[in-house]
């Protein structure tokens, strides 16, 4: 297949799949775990030659994480071969373990036995004592084991190295993309773009690639879907838009119930309300909304009732987010375009509706577009119309005078940003400013762009990613709060409004664009 060839796979009239069936990533990547590998091989064998080639010879974009299953597999078939099969008995597998370096394999467990963990081993050898101490053991899987079992800091360090520096098309639409993130296991990718016509797409990811799960035709919306989330479970999707309902969608169910936020009192009025945000609580029962004018709701999915809570913020309300990323906490962050961040106690609002924040945090210099918690009870980040991303401390809040003295700079700094250019902004952050951090280098306009904070388990939650009105996706280091990575031009000149980053495939970060694409940014190394 030439390297420029591409598959398309055709799965509606609107979204399009593109499978890349060219390789072109580098072929130099070495690390001690491989060289340990062969030299339980036998590193002067041929078979270790022919080895250390072909395992060398594997993509670096797969190399980063041992956890793939693909590689693990073609490493785990490598000493299949090497080792003909399993062990036969007790003292073949005391045999192979000396010619492999005096390491004895010999293990009360059936060769069965998975990489997937001691737990797991544990349990086999409890079962082969109680049917009779069976001893078949599998040389590759504890080989395996004991070379690629790569630690939390060799991950980070490898994820570090191999920063995604290119992108490529995933999925191809008919309008803008406005969502595009995965599920909290990573096994479910959803988007959703404008329009009546536009359904919202769930794929399942767990193989590496884009299988179509469901499709779902978005019910009343009013401009386009704003926010969509899966529940805790995986079992119920919702989406918000500009209308008064949120939509509860079934994941392997028919289900589609509109779920009204209109109190009593806003349908004698005809009121009408716009959810531009939503959040799922850590027991799925709850729901907690950011309306237009100001106001918050939380809805209880179990009694069917929304608890509003209104002029919360003196304008809109474009985010919202748990403080410890919805872990069972009561603590709740909302920010808007007043620029104010503010923390609520859930308790205290419950008790009496006109309860104050518990503390507020102000620095921003124009509204607040996006909220992400690190999902540690402490820190947070904030994306804003000021061209600025700040990084938080809960234990550091504002003081009363420098939040009325942001209020002004806040006013001051008044404009549409879905059309009008963007003024200057004076990058130094105010005095007294109680940020960690802040990260500038990217353009926001147009819309609300989001920005998170990078995977736990491949990069300790290091980095801070984000999408930008220019097309950019760009990654900064929270540590020196330098910008590490800009990918240029990655959706060319349109909004890249949704960026999500697999929880556990660091060369799997997919962002949403106005271009109608969702592209996958990875590592390529540099050509022969």
Not at 140 to 160: E, P
Not at 354 to 370: K, R
Request: aromatic residues 8%.
């Amino acid at each position: 297949t030439p390297p420029d060839m591409h598959r398309r796979l055709e799965i509606d009239d609107n979204v399009e799949l593109v499978s890349d069936e060219s390789d072109d990533s580098d072929n130099s990547f070495d690390h001690p775990g491989i060289e340990s590998l062969l030299h339980l091989l036998g590193r002067d064998s041929a078979y270790a030659t022919r080895s250390r080639s072909r395992l060398h010879d594997a993509p670096p974009r797969l190399a980063a994480d041992f956890a793939n299953s693909r590689l693990r597999h073609s490493v785990h078939r490598l000493l299949l071969d090497s080792s003909g099969g399993a062990a036969e008995s007790c003292s073949h597998s005391h045999a192979a373990g000396q010619k492999a370096g005096g390491i004895s394999f010999c293990f009360p467990f059936n060769s069965c036995t998975s990489a997937a963990g001691p737990a797991e081993s544990s349990s086999a050898s409890d079962a082969a004592a109680r049917g009779g101490g069976a001893s078949r053991v599998s040389v590759a899987n504890v080989a395996l084991n004991r070379c690629l079992s790569f630690g939390a800091k060799q991950r980070y360090h490898l994820a570090h190295q191999h920063l995604p520096n290119n992108t490529r098309v995933v999925l191809k639409g008919r309008s803008f993309f406005f969502c595009g993130l995965f599920s909290e296991p990573g096994d479910v990718f959803m988007c959703a773009a404008q329009g009546t016509n536009s359904p919202i797409r769930l794929f399942d990811t767990r193989e590496g690639n884009f299988r179509p799960l469901k499709s779902v035709l978005a019910r009343d919306v009013g401009w386009s879907v704003l926010d969509l989330s899966l529940s805790p479970t995986g079992h119920h999707l919702v989406y918000s838009s500009w209308s008064h309902c949120l939509q509860l969608v079934g994941v392997h169910s028919d289900l589609h119930e509109p779920l009204s936020l209109l109190s009593a009192d806003d349908a004698d009025e005809g009121a009408y309300r716009g959810m531009f945000c939503h959040r799922w609580s850590s027991c799925g029962d709850l729901l907690v909304v950011g309306c237009n004018g100001g106001s918050l709701c939380l809805y209880d999915l179990a009694m069917r009732r929304p608890m509003w809570y209104p002029a919360r913020h003196h304008n809109d309300v474009n985010t919202v987010c748990w403080a410890d990323g919805g872990r069972g906490s009561n603590l709740l962050l909302s920010s808007g375009d007043d620029g104010i961040i503010k923390l609520w106690d859930l308790r205290c609002l419950r008790s009496a509706s006109t309860a104050p924040p518990a503390a507020m945090f102000s620095g921003h210099q124009c509204g607040v577009v996006y909220l992400d918690s690190r999902q540690d009870g402490r820190h947070f980040l904030s994306n804003s119309k000021d061209q600025s991303i700040k990084l938080w401390d809960l234990r550091r809040p504002a003081s009363n005078n420098f939040t009325n003295e942001c209020r002004r700079k806040v006013a001051g700094h008044q404009f549409d940003y879905r059309y009008q250019s963007v003024p200057q902004f004076d990058s130094t952050p105010l005095s007294d400013d109680p940020s960690l951090a802040t990260l500038t280098g990217h353009v926001v306009s147009r819309t609300l762009l989001r920005a998170r904070f990078s995977p736990q388990a491949t990069t300790g939650q290091r980095y801070v990613y984000a999408g930008s009105a220019n097309g950019d996706v760009l990654i900064w280091d929270c540590l020196s709060g330098r910008l590490l990575r800009r990918l240029p031009g990655a959706h060319g000149n349109a909004p890249v409004r949704d960026v999500s980053w697999h929880p556990f495939d660091s060369q799997r970060l997919l962002s949403a664009g106005w271009d109608a694409k969702v592209r996958c940014s990875y590592y390529q190394g540099p050509k022969d």
